[in-house]
């Protein structure tokens, strides 16, 4: 699994997860033991996770995803890079995602 994530990852839901909008509110429920935290059996995603999760085809690299959603947000792109590759990071090695780099 890649450990460290670049703006040039591109990043897919696991397929030991499914993730399903319920009242506005996109909640990830793993499929196998080992996905996240023993004690956590659901995820919800915050606005800014939601709106990374939902860019995340499998053929954009985060800074595809970041720079779309500088359109949405009043945010810098730097700031919505940081906060694409925390996510990014943190779901990957919760199992949740699976990351590739693009190949050049």
Request: net charge negative; aromatic share 4%.
């Amino acid at each position: 699994m890649e450990t460290d994530i670049t703006l040039d990852a591109v990043c897919f839901p696991s397929d030991d997860v499914v993730a399903r909008e319920i009242e506005g509110e996109i909640i990830i429920v793993p499929l196998v033991a080992g996905i996240g935290d023993a004690d956590d059996e659901l995820y919800t995603l915050n606005d800014t996770g939601q709106a990374i999760w939902q860019k995340l085809d499998g053929h954009r690299t985060l800074k595809d995803v970041a720079t779309a959603l500088v359109a949405e947000f009043d945010t810098p792109l730097h700031e919505i890079e940081n906060d694409a590759l925390g996510f990014a990071g943190e779901m990957v090695r919760r199992g949740i995602l699976v990351a590739s780099q693009k190949k050049q």
